[in-house]
């Protein structure tokens, strides 16, 4: 969602959303396309992508990667 979404808003997008990740049949068809999706908060989320952000800056310092 887009910044400054009301925390109220995100957090019945979040309710909704892991009720459906508990349908078989919805992770069934996720998991034949790759996809192994982990229901958490959003602030777990938002933790996990800073984290990986995080990690992906830090390679590409000490790759030297440039863009032009």
């Excluded at 009301?6 to 396309?33: D, S």
């Excluded at 938002?46 to 790759?63: F, L, M, P």
């Amino acid at each position: 969602m887009p910044a400054g979404v009301p925390k109220e808003i995100v957090n019945r997008w979040n309710a909704e959303i892991t009720k459906a990740l508990e349908i078989p049949a919805v992770r069934e068809k996720l998991e034949v396309l790759g996809m192994y999706p982990v229901a958490s908060t959003p602030e777990a989320f938002k933790s996990y992508v800073d984290e990986r952000a995080k990690q992906a800056g830090e390679i590409i310092r000490k790759s030297g990667i440039m863009v032009n």
